[in-house]
Every structure is written in structure tokens, then in C-alpha cells.
Nanobody, 124 residues
Framework: QAQLEESGGGSAQAGSSLRLSCAAS????????MGWFRRAPGKEREFVAS????????YYGRSVKGRFTISRDTAENTIYLEMSSLKPEDTAVYYC?????????????????WGQGTQVTVSS
């Protein structure tokens, strides 16, 4: 059974950096597009970033573009989200996601697999 497991969340000060990881298992993830969504308290889940199966194309949500970087290590079936210049409004539960089509995605409806989520809290 396909599984996604996030790690690397925690607390950070505004202006600092954190790196999230998502390890995939049980599926052909080397052919899947993968990415991140987040849900802040009291808000709907929001698209953060996605990366296609090859790692050659990336897509970012407007609120994180220029501050966050998504990457993947196909050999390790792992993706990363490097978050820099963190803001208090980045506080959320971050979810790893995978799309079997392999192409970039930005909508929840495109996601075939979800991780359980990891909390990121940014204080001012």
C-alpha cells in the first residue's frame, strides 16, 4: 500500500529556515508528481508546491514563491521542501501529496495519495 511520511516540522522563528522531507513507499513514486499542501488553523487546505516526475518542472503557490524550494531525490523516493524567510502566516500543518499522472498539480482533486501531515509553527 502506498504511503507518504512527512518529517522535519517543528517550531521556528520568523525569518529562519526549515526543511521538510517526505518519504514515499509502496508505490511507483519515481513516476509520480509529488508536492505539498498546507492547512492553517481555521482555513482551507492550500497548495504550496509540486514537482513533476522528472524533477525538471516545479510549480509554486503564490504565497510561497521565491521563499520555498521543492526538490526530489528519485533514488531515495523522497521529496523536500526548503522553507526560508519564514513568516508567522506559514504556520500550518504541511501535507505531502502524490499524483500518479506524473505531471505538475495544484489542486487537491489531482492528488491520489496523502501523508498524515507535519506541524510547522513560526513565531514572530
Amino acid at each position: 500500500q502506498a504511503q507518504l511520511e512527512e518529517s522535519g516540522g517543528g517550531s521556528a522563528q520568523a525569518g529562519s529556515s526549515l526543511r521538510l522531507s517526505c518519504a514515499a513507499s509502496g508505490g511507483a513514486f519515481s513516476r509520480y508528481a509529488m508536492g505539498w499542501f498546507r492547512r492553517a488553523p481555521g482555513k482551507e487546505r492550500e497548495f504550496v508546491a509540486s514537482i513533476d516526475w522528472s524533477g525538471g518542472s516545479k510549480y509554486y503557490g503564490r504565497s510561497v514563491k521565491g521563499r520555498f524550494t521543492i526538490s526530489r531525490d528519485t533514488a531515495e523516493n523522497t521529496i523536500y521542501l526548503e522553507m526560508s524567510s519564514l513568516k508567522p502566516e506559514d504556520t500550518a500543518v504541511y501535507y505531502c501529496a502524490a499524483d500518479r499522472t506524473g505531471v505538475l498539480f495544484g489542486l487537491e482533486s489531482s492528488v491520489d495519495y496523502w501523508g498524515q501531515g507535519t506541524q510547522v509553527t513560526v513565531s514572530s
